[in-house]
């Protein structure tokens, strides 16, 4: 069942650890989407293709995600949420690195735009499964409001991050860095979270 309305004494990291999860999980959608947008100019020179062409990319990746969210969603009543999410993160890690060597701009629109806009559709509504499924009351609304701080600590961080890392270094450690976040992600996912094997009803 769902997780109490008050935290069980001792419950510390083993209760939060859920929430903890789903934050950056959505964290890491964030910044995928947010460091695509910083990079434009330097991916354009880098893989000598135009500013429409990214913007194509980028319109794409957000059709792929708005066309697969519901059936994504749907997902869940088949597959408990944390093999679900580590799927996710399997598919996410795939595009992540296709993008991140990408020789051509046909490659990481493959890897962005395609793979990863379908690890977007799925990594939403399996966070908010997490939420639910873990906790109710005073504690469900606490973990949504540190999600929204961290939707707008991913866009204010990756802004910058991403500027610096296209001005000094390249865009590509970006994605890079995206992989090994997932890594940790995988890890607290193996340690945290306990398997819901069906919906509740």
């Known amino acids: 069942g769902a997780g109490d309305a008050s935290e069980p004494p001792g419950g510390g990291l083993q209760f939060w650890g859920p929430a903890v999860i789903a934050s950056i999980s959505i964290f890491l959608g964030v910044l995928d989407t947010t460091m695509m ?5 330097s991916i354009v ?14 319109a ?7 066309a697969l969210i519901i059936p994504g969603g749907a997902l869940r009543a088949a597959v408990d949420s944390r093999r679900l999410l580590l799927v996710t993160l399997a598919i996410y890690s795939v595009g992540t690195l296709v993008a991140g060597v990408s020789p051509s701009f046909a490659i990481l629109f493959l890897g962005w735009s395609v793979v990863e806009g379908v690890a977007a559709a ?10 639910v ?8 609304a606490k973990v949504f409001g540190a999600i929204g701080g961290m939707i707008a600590v991913g866009i204010a961080v990756e802004s910058m991050v991403g500027g610096t890392l296209t001005t ?4 590509r450690w970006g994605l890079v860095g995206e992989f090994f976040l ?11 979270l306990p398997a819901k094997p069906s919906e509740e009803s």
Do not use: C, F, H, K
Request: glycine letters at 6%; charged letters at 10%.
């Open 37 to 41: 947008n910083v990079a434009v100019p």
């Open 45 to 58: 020179l880098d893989l000598n293709t135009t500013v429409s062409s990214m913007q194509t990319a980028i």
């Open 60 to 66: 794409v990746y957000s059709m792929v995600m708005a």
């Open 122 to 131: 799925l990594l939403l509504p399996t966070t908010y499964s997490i939420v």
């Open 133 to 140: 499924e873990n906790y109710d009351g005073a504690n469900r």
């Open 168 to 171: 000094y270094g390249s865009w």
């Open 182 to 192: 997932m890594l940790v992600i995988v890890g607290l996912t193996y340690r945290y």
